[in-house]
């Protein structure tokens, strides 16, 4: 019975970055072994125990067979007999299928230290291609580690998986997880790069494929190509450090920019309206959740009047206030207007300049926030007891005023 260190650990310790979790494999022992020796089983589909002491996870050596579409699709067998490398054959690049013996020892039977140091996602086995997932995996790897390339044959083995309508198989929950975790990650831009280079993207999330070729006038994005601009916008928010909610904005805010008639090109004349409809399709076959596609929703259709808002009446801004449910849920208001600022620095040559739009609406909000609600129906319904709808109309009015008054400006 002989225990390893396997996975992400061992690579991440060769990279020499922080090791966040370890994968431990036992070889040579079985289920009612385990079991005698304190350890506690906890795996349903393999046999997965809890060290008696540390509770970390140790799983036995174990082998897998195709047996249907998708990633859910296998039957594992686990004892004794089983090698080693039989269970790292299974793993899916050869910089994971490393492992590390208890005195230091790295066995490496597929040469995954090679690719390590030259920075190349190389699949182990053809085995690869029975489980869709590791597509995603491979393009969220990309992300955080964006030196990295794809190996042609792998790349070429992902494509034909996506050919074949394996990504199809692929349930809406774990695609959102994948790409959930791509996009937290160090450069999410990779991510989608990878996906597009084997097909994957036009399969999961088609509406954001598209608007790769899409231009955009040239005054306001230099960069001109919209998928480019959404890949600059996702990866300023990432350096920002932004939370998943806001990136998600940031990722969807322009698709309606991909159902623009080639026509009327570069311009997108109503494409806010346009990519609403398209994040709330998007959100709800992928079954995001709430809070992502709430500011999705939002960011899509308002971060053109951010962008304006330097030019807005003060009753207008109110109005945006009231759409954005902005008195109830102000947070939600200040990430829609991160997620707009990274929409604005999302482009060549705006990366460090101004973007003043943000502390403004942030003002005039905080202004109209000051406004007691309780005070001004207390005065209409002591002068007017007979008309209590003049109490919103009266809220709205103030509030209208106090933004005038925070913004300096003649409301009229």
Not at 48 to 67: G, I
Not at 389 to 408: D, T
Request: charged content about 30%.
């Amino acid at each position: 019975m002989k225990t390893y260190v396997v996975g992400g650990a061992v690579r991440d310790a060769l990279l020499g970055v922080p090791v966040q979790d370890r994968d431990y494999v036992i070889v040579g022992a079985t289920p009612e072994q385990m079991v005698a020796q304190g350890y506690l089983p906890v795996g349903k589909d393999f046999p997965v125990f809890l060290h008696p002491k540390t509770h970390a996870e140790y799983a036995l050596a174990r082998t897998e067979r195709k047996t249907a579409p998708g990633y859910k699709g296998f039957v594992f067998h686990a004892d004794a007999a089983v090698t080693l490398e039989e269970d790292l054959v299974r793993r899916d690049l050869t910089i994971n299928a490393m492992a590390q013996q208890e005195d230091g020892t790295i066995v490496d039977p597929f040469n995954g230290r090679d690719d390590l140091e030259r920075r190349i996602f190389r699949h182990v086995s053809p085995a690869f291609a029975e489980d869709p997932v590791r597509i995603l995996r491979v393009a969220r790897f990309a992300a955080r580690f964006p030196d990295f390339t794809v190996a042609p044959e792998t790349n070429a083995l992902m494509r034909r998986m996506t050919e074949a309508g394996e990504v199809d198989a692929l349930v809406p929950e774990r695609v959102w997880q994948e790409l959930a975790r791509g996009l937290m990650e160090k450069k999410p831009s990779r991510m989608f790069a990878v996906l597009r280079d084997c097909g994957a993207l036009q399969r999961i999330l088609p509406e954001l494929d598209v608007l790769w070729g899409v231009p955009q006038p040239e005054k306001y994005h230099p960069e001109i190509d919209t998928g480019v601009h959404v890949m600059m916008v996702i990866d300023y928010a990432a350096a920002q450090g932004c939370d998943l909610p806001i990136r998600c904005a940031a990722l969807l805010h322009d698709l309606g920019k991909g159902v623009t008639p080639s026509d009327q090109w570069p311009r997108h004349h109503g494409h806010e309206m346009h990519s609403e409809k398209l994040v709330a399709a998007v959100c709800k076959r992928l079954r995001v959740p709430n809070d992502c596609r709430d500011l999705a929703l939002m960011t899509a259709r308002e971060h053109g009047n951010v962008g304006r808002a330097l030019e807005l009446r003060a009753s207008t801004i109110v109005t945006l206030f009231e759409r954005c449910d902005a008195f109830r849920k102000p947070l939600r208001f200040l990430d829609m207007l991160a997620a707009s600022e990274c929409d604005h620095r999302g482009r060549t040559g705006f990366e460090d300049g101004p973007f003043p739009q943000r502390a403004y609406l942030q003002q005039a909000l905080e202004a109209a926030q000051t406004v007691d609600g309780g005070k001004i129906a207390e005065w209409v319904r002591q002068r007017y007891p007979d008309q209590l709808q003049r109490v919103p109309e009266a809220i709205r009015a103030a509030r209208v005023e106090a933004v005038a008054k925070a913004v300096k400006q003649d409301d009229g």
